[in-house]
């Protein structure tokens, strides 16, 4: 199949209209810059075509953690995938940070705290996630 790439929502809404593009990829210009940006047009039209695959392409190791925010609400906007782009460059990080979020894109819990498991009551392990807070990246350092 063809994946059509857009970058604004009126193309979206072309191909759309069209009956063309099973899937879509939407570069960072058509979706929301941060999680505060309005998005009631891309929700209601993602609601509106749920038969088709939507991609979003975010930026990877933003200020404050704060794709993991963005993923998490194009998510709830109804988007289908992700691809965070620069995730991968050849460094030292680019496995350490896949990891960490793929962990914390799929995580539903509280970014801020949550817990790993139940089993402290058995093994006597209590503990919190290792993620809490911003996590800094070398790749990103001033």
Known sequence: GIIWKVSSLDEMKELQ???????????KEAIPASVDDASDELAENL?????IVTIAQIQS???ANAEIQL????AKLGISSL???DACVGD???????AYAIEELQKKSS??????GLTGSTNGHFG??????EVKWRRNAD
């Open 47 to 51: 609601s509106n075509h749920k038969s």
């Open 83 to 85: 691809v965070l782009e």
């Open 71 to 74: 993923g998490k609400h194009l």
């Open 111 to 116: 970014s801020q705290f949550s817990m790993t």
């Open 128 to 133: 919190v996630s290792s993620h809490g807070g």
């Open 92 to 98: 030292e990080e680019d496995v350490k940070y896949t």
């Open 61 to 63: 190791m933003m200020p």
């Open 17 to 27: 209209a069209e009956n063309v593009g099973s899937v879509i990829l939407l570069s």
